[in-house]
């Protein structure tokens, strides 16, 4: 089964699209999103955004298939960073 284009809704205003399966960061780096990273591992966390209210990794996580074509993207905010 082909991955199916996820349109991507970005904090900033913008939106983008790429295929499901595609790396958060490379798909972010794309649209011109910064996401900020630490280990590049999944373990410090500095890299979390939240994807439909879903807290995610972006450095170890991939863009998901969407049933409604479209995913909204909020970056975390950790006090601690």
């Known amino acids: 089964m082909a991955?199916?284009?996820v349109t991507i809704r970005w904090p900033n205003g913008h939106t983008s699209q790429c295929l499901a399966g595609c790396d958060w960061l490379l798909a972010?780096?794309?649209a011109g999103v910064t996401i900020p990273t630490g280990c590049l591992g999944?373990?410090?966390g500095a890299c979390e955004i939240e994807v439909?209210?879903?807290v995610v990794r972006a450095c170890i996580a991939t863009v998901p298939a969407s049933r409604s074509g479209a995913l909204n993207v909020e970056l975390a905010s950790?006090?601690?960073w």
Do not use: F, K
Request: proline share 13%; charged share 15%.
């Open 3 to 5: 991955a199916s284009p």
């Open 52 to 54: 439909n209210g879903q």
């Open 42 to 44: 999944g373990s410090c």
């Open 28 to 30: 972010a780096r794309t």
């Open 78 to 80: 950790d006090p601690y």
